[in-house]
């Protein structure tokens, strides 16, 4: 029932940029948190961005401080992540997360590739 689902990876080149988004339903959006997480390749899956429900307050790992900034529109049930000056380690697969009273769900994540 619950449902995610992430758009807008691609390849680039490093130092540009790419919004990604995440779609979502079978939930009350605006009265939970939202999350982005990120996998490379033969490593874990590590949070990149979190989001309160109001969009008031949020987080950000070491590693992309500065560069990614994390929003969400209520209205239409969707969270942002917006990432500038894209490094070669940002390739990964990135998921947007969400925990509800039936469990954890994740979405099927987008490829993000950053190459010369």
């Known amino acids: 029932q619950v449902q995610l689902v992430e758009s807008g990876g691609g390849l680039v080149q490093p130092g540009e940029s790419l919004r990604l988004s995440c779609a979502t339903s079978?939930?009350?959006?605006?009265?939970?948190?939202m999350k982005w997480y990120r996998q490379a390749p033969g490593k874990e899956r590590e949070e990149v961005a979190r989001?309160?429900?109001?969009?008031?307050?949020?987080y950000y790992a070491d590693s992309v401080k500065g560069r990614f900034t994390i929003s969400r529109d209520n209205a239409k049930n969707t969270v942002y992540l917006q990432m500038s000056n894209l490094k070669p380690e940002d390739t990964a697969v990135y998921y947007c997360?969400?925990?509800?009273?039936?469990?954890?769900?994740w979405g099927q994540g987008t490829q993000v590739t950053v190459s010369s």
């Open positions: 997360r969400v925990l509800t009273a039936g469990g954890v769900h």
């Open positions: 989001i309160t429900n109001s969009g008031g307050v949020t």
């Open positions: 079978g939930f009350t959006f605006s009265n939970v948190p």
